[in-house]
């Protein structure tokens, strides 16, 4: 890895290759295809892009329990209490709604709904994401939305991986669909013969999966445009450099495009990290994609003070950030933009990833500057109610008549007069 000095002018964020004009293309003309030829175009891309042809798109409950009977039981019950921890910890955010009262038996109120149904994408390719089921899931049952709807590619026999089965299982979701890619959102979004659509799609993916979401949304909501990747780690000399190493490595192997960054106080701990990140890579069963994504998105800075690392940090706005520092309750306090963060030695970026309940459904690409990761929030839908008694309108009404004619709008004016109001009453 480089390793190089702070600066006053520096800025971390990656330069993403974005979707070309060839993609969006190809992603426009899949989302055209699939709404006018629904099931018929989906299967065609499968074939294409995935090489399975697939005669049933949904997944039967034999292939549910099939995939559960051959999971070790170990690794189920796993499972089964990452999803307790996921859960508790989104039922802390559950809302409710409120109500305001005024005079005169007035009132206002704010109502909590839940999204009717939700689509959520889980990507596949070259490793199974069980954690992308619990992470997409479980704030949205929390939430308490009706239909959940999860879309996934199969392998080349027409399968999915049986812990992505297991999962949907354990969280009781039996609406599952074999497909991948554009096509599954285009499914999702516009619906088909087989797939009645849905109104919100989340879900990470590849490109062609984030094009269409940004293309669908309008139609449907989405929750983000989730890019590679990140991992920053703030470390002072206190810091294992063997430990920071794996965890840069831990999002490296995501993709080719993850980014890895490491901020600095030390020099030594500098060198000891670059050291053992190309140690640790030549060991790494998938060191092909961690190795180019270091070599293009990997850095480590060295800072002179604590105070420039965490400027720093703000500006990358990261996806995750460690704080493996003396004192990381205190670094903490400074720290304006992060996806989420992780305190302290044992505090490594897999555990909240995998099991410690928050969610690693995260913004990316310095977009935590203005973005959350996803929570139950995200599945609600929070609607305005006002009540107005005969009394309270006849207090306002010339105050709101008086309002819209100053803005130009005669007819708002008017729907206040029709109610007993004359034009005198509302401009003296």
């Known amino acids: 890895m480089n390793i190089q000095r702070l600066t006053g002018d520096l800025s971390l964020k990656r330069q993403l290759e974005g979707g070309n004009e060839q993609q969006l293309k190809t992603v426009r003309d899949v989302l055209a295809d699939v709404k006018a030829n629904g099931d018929e175009a989906v299967k065609a891309y499968s074939l294409k892009w995935d090489g399975v042809a697939l005669d049933d798109l949904r997944v039967t409950e034999a292939?549910?329990?099939?995939?559960?009977?051959?999971?070790?039981?170990?690794?189920?019950?796993?499972?089964?209490?990452?999803?307790?921890?996921?859960?508790?910890?989104?039922?802390?955010?559950?809302?409710?709604?409120?109500?305001?009262?005024?005079?005169?038996?007035?009132?206002?109120?704010?109502?909590?709904?839940?999204?009717?149904?939700?689509?959520?994408?889980?990507?596949?390719?070259?490793?199974?994401?069980?954690?992308?089921?619990?992470?997409?899931?479980?704030?949205?049952?929390?939430?308490?939305?009706?239909?959940?709807?999860?879309?996934?590619?199969?392998?080349?026999?027409?399968?999915?991986?049986?812990?992505?089965?297991?999962?949907?299982?354990?969280?009781?979701?039996?609406?599952?669909?074999?497909?991948?890619?554009?096509?599954?959102?285009?499914?999702?979004?516009?619906?088909?013969?087989?797939?009645?659509?849905?109104d919100k799609i989340t879900g990470p993916g590849n490109i062609f999966v984030a094009l269409a979401k940004r293309e669908v949304f309008g139609e449907v909501a989405i929750d983000m445009i989730a890019g590679p990747s990140e991992i920053a780690v703030i470390a002072d000399e206190t810091a294992h450099a063997d430990e920071v190493a794996a965890d840069l490595l831990s999002q490296a192997e995501h993709d080719p495009m993850a980014c890895a960054i490491l901020v600095t106080t030390s020099d030594a701990l500098a060198q000891a990290v670059c050291e053992q990140v190309e140690a640790q890579l030549q060991q790494l069963p998938r060191e092909a994609i961690a190795r180019q994504a270091i070599e293009n998105y990997g850095a480590i800075y060295v800072g002179d003070s604590m105070m420039e690392v965490v400027e720093a940090i703000n500006q990358l706005a990261p996806e995750h950030l460690e704080i493996v520092t003396k004192n990381p309750e205190i670094v903490m306090e400074s720290v304006k933009n992060a996806g989420a963060i992780f305190l302290g030695r044992y505090s490594s970026e897999p555990v909240g990833d995998y099991f410690a309940g928050t969610n690693h459904v995260l913004p990316t690409n310095s977009t935590a500057r203005f973005a959350s990761g996803l929570n139950v929030d995200d599945f609600i839908k929070r609607t305005s109610v006002v009540y107005y008694s005969e009394q309270t309108w006849q207090q306002n009404a010339p105050k709101i008549a008086r309002l819209a004619r100053l803005e130009g709008l005669e007819g708002h004016a008017r729907a206040v007069e029709s109610r007993g109001w004359k034009k005198e009453d509302a401009t003296s």
């Open 63 to 198: 292939e549910m329990q099939e995939a559960v009977a051959s999971m070790d039981e170990q690794i189920v019950a796993d499972l089964t209490e990452a999803a307790a921890n996921i859960r508790y910890y989104h039922e802390q955010q559950k809302r409710e709604g409120y109500e305001l009262p005024l005079a005169d038996g007035s009132w206002l109120a704010q109502r909590i709904t839940p999204i009717a149904s939700v689509g959520l994408y889980v990507p596949g390719g070259s490793a199974a994401y069980p954690s992308s089921v619990l992470m997409n899931v479980i704030p949205a049952q929390v939430a308490g939305v009706e239909r959940i709807v999860i879309a996934t590619p199969s392998d080349r026999d027409g399968k999915l991986p049986a812990a992505v089965l297991t999962a949907a299982s354990i969280l009781g979701v039996k609406e599952i669909y074999k497909m991948g890619g554009a096509q599954a959102i285009a499914a999702l979004a516009y619906g088909t013969e087989t797939i009645q659509g849905v």
